[in-house]
């Protein structure tokens, strides 16, 4: 059975498509995206041509079983720009392989296979936003997953957080529905002098940043971050 010889994963979010990203897109077969990034990929130029190619799935092991099903039922491409087909792009949000489906679609399909082409990720964004370096920082996810049916094991938790911050100094949390940053400020109030930042939509027109302390933000209510 003949196979596709790549899958593209490319991020999208912050900039514009470089060349490479761009070529790829518009010679793609079919353009796999979540149903909040397809909204986000209606903001490229690049939409209008392609936007017929557009498949939206929204569940991370239903994409995978649609890649797989897909790329054995196809041929094998021809060299980008000949013949229209350059194989399957699944969008990604920033850097697909910051806590992203970059690392699951390596697992899945091999590295010869895989291309990742990133956009900016959210902790450039995020530290930018609120200009502070962040090479000191430590970076966790307490993201379980879309489905919280399903929520994958993670390597921290919620009650984790207060011995995390007082041995790093200085962390960026990646959130969720659930590990969210009412409930991470819970968490904070158990120590003293906490700052805290929520970059909430980052990217988005309705983008906000907020600053105040773990009392502060626990009294708060955000959209999903």
């Given at each position: 059975?003949?196979?596709?010889?790549?899958?593209?994963?490319?991020?999208?979010?912050?900039?514009?498509l470089?060349?490479?990203?761009?070529?790829?897109?518009?010679?793609?077969?079919?353009?796999?995206?979540?149903?909040?990034?397809?909204?986000?990929?209606?903001?490229?130029?690049?939409?209008?041509?392609?936007?017929?190619?557009?498949?939206?799935?929204?569940n991370?092991?239903?994409t995978?079983?649609?890649?797989?099903?897909?790329?054995?039922?196809?041929?094998?491409?021809?060299?980008?720009?000949?013949?229209?087909?350059?194989?399957?792009?699944?969008?990604a949000?920033?850097?697909?392989?910051?806590?992203?489906?970059?690392?699951?679609?390596?697992?899945?399909?091999?590295?010869?296979?895989?291309?990742?082409?990133?956009?900016?990720?959210?902790?450039?964004?995020?530290?930018?936003?609120?200009?502070?370096?962040?090479?000191?920082?430590?970076?966790?996810?307490?993201?379980g997953?879309?489905?919280?049916?399903?929520?994958?094991?993670?390597?921290?938790?919620?009650?984790?957080?207060?011995?995390?911050?007082?041995?790093?100094?200085?962390?960026?949390?990646?959130?969720?529905k659930?590990?969210n940053?009412?409930?991470?400020?819970?968490?904070f109030?158990?120590?003293?002098?906490?700052?805290?930042?929520?970059?909430?939509?980052?990217?988005?027109?309705?983008?906000?940043?907020?600053?105040?302390?773990?009392?502060?933000?626990?009294?708060?209510?955000?959209?999903?971050?």
């Open positions: 059975m003949q196979t596709v010889n790549k899958l593209y994963v490319i991020g999208i979010g912050y900039k514009a470089d060349n490479r990203a761009r070529e790829i897109v518009l010679a793609s077969e079919i353009i796999l995206a979540s149903n909040r990034l397809s909204e986000v990929f209606r903001g490229y130029e690049e939409y209008e041509a392609v936007k017929d190619k557009v498949k939206v799935i929204n991370v092991d239903e995978i079983a649609f890649i797989r099903a897909y790329v054995q039922d196809t041929p094998p491409n021809p060299p980008l720009g000949k013949g229209g087909h350059g194989g399957v792009v699944l969008l949000s920033g850097d697909p392989a910051f806590f992203g489906i970059g690392r699951r679609a390596v697992r899945e399909f091999g590295k010869d296979m895989v291309e990742i082409i990133p956009d900016l990720s959210c902790i450039q964004i995020a530290f930018s936003r609120i200009k502070e370096s962040w090479d000191d920082a430590f970076l966790m996810s307490l993201h997953g879309p489905d919280p049916k399903k929520r994958r094991r993670l390597p921290f938790e919620l009650e984790d957080i207060p011995y995390l911050l007082q041995k790093h100094n200085k962390i960026l949390i990646l959130t969720d659930e590990n940053p009412v409930e991470i400020a819970k968490e109030l158990k120590l003293s002098a906490t700052t805290m930042y929520v970059c909430e939509k980052l990217g988005y027109p309705d983008e906000r940043i907020i600053e105040g302390t773990p009392e502060e933000i626990a009294e708060m209510t955000f959209s999903e971050p």
